[in-house]
């Protein structure tokens, strides 16, 4: 069935204009003033609203089995959460365990995702090496529609990987027309700090984060751009919670070395404070790698992204009930570390970017929807307000505000980071593949809905040709 938006206010990344929308068989199909209703069409009316691309998150982590629980939120109750804020994508992780094939893990967690509402992609975590991951690697970019690879620089003993593996990965990524993506934290220097904090008796999560200061992420973001920067390769540093990191990405960039950076909504509007809080379950709750920083770095993140050197906004949506985190009560490096925030990350962005006048409404579309897809290649199908593109698009309601609870959210998780925050601008009514599926408060997912996109690699840059052509083998990329 035919689905006509009437009398919105189109806003894309590059302007906005008054115009009507019609969908039609999961599509944009006309766009442009007082468009006719065709026969049988349902009529939303976006008087006053404005019509953008709907979200994409490229960092979430539904049901990820991680330091011995499952994370609480599963890929349909994450996935309607996010319809409910405004999300109508996410691009998840598959994290196989270290010595695990990336393939069978890549079909384990595209099982798991059967059940999402909203459509879904996967970057692809490269967590060990062998001939065979270099092998997989190239399987998944070539016949499975994966352009990023992640590695995390930190969780020693589990999934960090060393240098070394960075180097041959990058170059197979680079090789392969894929982008690299890192968490960017020194895992060996965060294992030294919790063995010496728990060494002191500081075992409440307040030792979480003097484990992780900004200098570890900072070195990790300076490690990874350098190793990039020698192979030619593309990176993608995610989470990015310091001025250190940011820094470190603005000036590869002024060198013109191909480096993004995704910041957290979250990291964006909370500070440390919080592990202050004597209540271990409210303190726990907020414990995430990277962790909350000093209030200073918020105003440098605020700066990368409304200066274009953080192109992206994301949640890193990882849920742990209180049940769970306690698991760390008396041994901070033992509470399983993730927070929530996929239904809320656009009104956190609109409230505090835009209404602040820190960024525009063109620029909110850009760092909540069009750059992620276009850094993943999947614009414009995604992130676009154009005939062609899915009809995955937000009626936005710029004045109207809520309450962040976790009385009222969808997310599964007994705990908002946001509690008791009032935020305006919402999504009044969510679309998702044509069909309305968040209207006036009310949820119209259906189970399954989602699909898998495919993201295509890149066509090879002149480095990877160039070192494909300066020797037998490319540099780096030993088997
Ligand atoms: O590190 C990540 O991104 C995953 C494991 C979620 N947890 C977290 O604390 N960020
Ligand atoms: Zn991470
Ligand atoms: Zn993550």
């Given at each position: 069935m035919s689905l006509l938006i009437r009398g919105g206010e189109i806003v894309t990344a590059d302007r906005r204009y008054r115009a009507d929308v019609l969908c039609d068989a999961g599509l944009i199909q006309a766009i442009g003033p007082d468009l006719e209703a065709p026969t049988g069409a349902e009529v939303v009316d976006a008087g006053g609203l404005l019509v953008m691309p709907g979200g994409i998150d490229p960092h979430t982590h539904m049901e990820l089995p991680f330091m011995g629980t499952v994370a609480s939120e599963d890929f349909f109750s994450g996935t309607s959460a996010g319809l409910a804020g405004g999300t109508t994508m996410i691009i998840d992780f598959v994290i196989p365990a270290p010595g695990a094939s990336l393939l069978d893990s890549f079909h384990t967690w595209r099982g798991w995702a059967e059940k999402a509402a909203a459509d879904y992609s996967f970057h692809v975590a490269v967590t060990h090496w062998s001939d065979k991951v270099h092998e997989e690697m190239g399987v998944l970019a070539r016949e499975h529609g994966v352009n990023s690879f992640k590695h995390f620089m930190a969780y020693k003993g589990a999934i960090m990987v060393d240098d070394d593996i960075l180097l041959r990965s990058f170059s197979r990524a680079l090789e392969l027309g894929a982008i690299p993506t890192v968490h960017a934290e020194n895992g060996e220097a965060v294992a030294f700090m919790q063995k010496a904090l728990l060494a002191q008796g500081i075992t409440g999560p307040e030792g979480h984060a003097l484990s992780r200061p900004p200098t570890v992420e900072g070195e990790a973001a300076q490690r990874a751009i350098a190793i990039a920067g020698l192979l030619g390769a593309p990176v993608y540093i995610v989470h990015v919670s310091t001025a250190e990191a940011t820094a470190a990405i603005a000036r590869a960039r002024l060198e013109g070395q191909r480096v993004y950076g995704e910041v957290l909504a979250q990291q964006l509007v909370i500070d440390e404070s919080v592990y202050e809080n004597k209540d271990f379950a409210t303190a726990a709750a907020y414990v995430m790698s990277p962790p909350f920083r000093p209030k200073h770095h918020q105003k440098a993140l605020w700066a990368g992204l409304v200066s274009g050197q953080l192109q992206t906004t994301a949640t890193d949506h990882c849920a742990f009930c209180a049940p769970q985190k306690a698991a760390g009560r008396d041994n901070f490096t033992l509470i399983p570390n993730g927070t929530a925030g996929i239904e809320d990350r656009m009104s956190v962005l609109w409230h505090h970017g835009v209404r602040t006048g820190r960024l525009t409404p063109e620029e909110f579309v850009a760092v909540t929807s069009t750059n992620t897809a276009k850094i993943f290649n999947i614009h414009p199908r995604k992130g676009a307000v154009e005939v062609g593109a899915d009809a995955d698009l937000v009626l936005w309601d710029p004045d109207r505000s809520r309450t962040i609870s976790a009385k009222t959210h969808?997310?599964?998780?007994?705990?908002?980071?946001?509690?008791?925050m009032e935020l305006t601008g919402l999504a009044a009514t969510t679309i998702s593949q044509g069909r309305v599926v968040w209207h006036k408060g009310e949820l119209r997912t259906e189970r399954g809905a989602g699909r898998y996109i495919d993201r295509p690699c890149f066509p090879p840059t002149l480095e990877a040709l160039g070192l494909l052509n300066a020797t037998a083998k490319p540099v780096g990329v030993a088997r």
């Open positions: 969808h997310q599964k998780i007994d705990f908002n980071v946001y509690e008791g």
